[in-house]
T-cell receptor, first 110, second 109 residues
Framework: EAQVTQNPRYLITVTGKKLTVTCSQNMNHEYMSWYRQDPGLGLRQIYYSMNVEVTDKGDVPEGYKVSRKEKRNFPLILESPSPNQTSLYFC?????????FGQGTRLTVV | RKEVEQDPGPFNVPEGATVAFNCTYSNSASQSFFWYRQDCRKEPKLLMSVYSSGNEDGRFTAQLNRASQYISLLIRDSKLSDSATYLCVVKSNDYKLSFGAGTTVTVRA
């Protein structure tokens, strides 16, 4: 089954404690991206990757890092999380603009 | 100005009604257009792509107006299960995907 898997689904952490949200896809897509969704603001792109070792900033990259060492995985790293990064995060992989999303990670930073 | 703008609604309609809403985009070089559906903060899922000549998928009809830079979605014979947030997505020529904030539709019995 074609899918995008992200983990964890829920995470509560404290300010400054580094965390990683994993994302994996099994569709062999080259394009992957991370979004955050906040009430009234819709989905905002954090980072995207057009292929292995190729990543670029989206609209709201501050405070986030990503890596793309292999095609299937695209982890999102928060080196020093802050409360304003409390949000719902989605990973997606895309082909010709059609995106397949993971189930989301609800992150709370206290 | 946001790249993609949608009327947030909510559009509150009775079962069987027709509801329609638009999405405007700012980049005239945008290449591809989509409607996604999102339920209760779950992951968005593709509803339909939008083609230049307009297209239908069952009770759903999508239209593209390049001159005025908007796309539209029309839902006929609304069902309770159509209650959701509908996201407009625009793909530019540099592969960037821009999402609207969504239009909420509530279908009541």
């Amino acid at each position: 089954e074609a899918q995008v898997t992200q983990n964890p689904r829920y995470l509560i952490t404290v300010t400054g404690k580094k965390l990683t949200v994993t994302c994996s896809q099994n569709m062999n897509h080259e394009y992957m991206s991370w979004y955050r969704q906040d009430p009234g603001l819709g989905l905002r792109q954090i980072y995207y990757s057009m292929n292995v070792e190729v990543t670029d900033k989206g609209d709201v990259p501050e405070g986030y890092k990503v890596s793309r060492k292999e095609k299937r995985n695209f982890p999102l790293i928060l080196e020093s999380p802050s409360p304003n990064q409390t949000s719902l995060y989605f990973c997606a992989s895309s082909l010709y603009g059609v995106s397949f999303f993971g189930q989301g990670t609800r992150l709370t930073v206290v | 100005r946001k790249e993609v703008e949608q009327d947030p609604g909510p559009f509150n309609v009775p079962e069987g009604a027709t509801v329609a809403f638009n999405c405007t985009y700012s980049n005239s070089a945008s290449q591809s257009f989509f409607w996604y559906r999102q339920d209760c903060r779950k992951e968005p899922k593709l509803l339909m792509s939008v083609y230049s000549s307009g297209n239908e998928d069952g009770r759903f009809t999508a239209q593209l107006n390049r001159a005025s830079q908007y796309i539209s979605l029309l839902i006929r014979d609304s069902k309770l299960s159509d209650s959701a947030t509908y996201l407009c997505v625009v793909k530019s020529n540099d592969y960037k995907l821009s999402f609207g904030a969504g239009t909420t539709v509530t279908v009541r019995a």
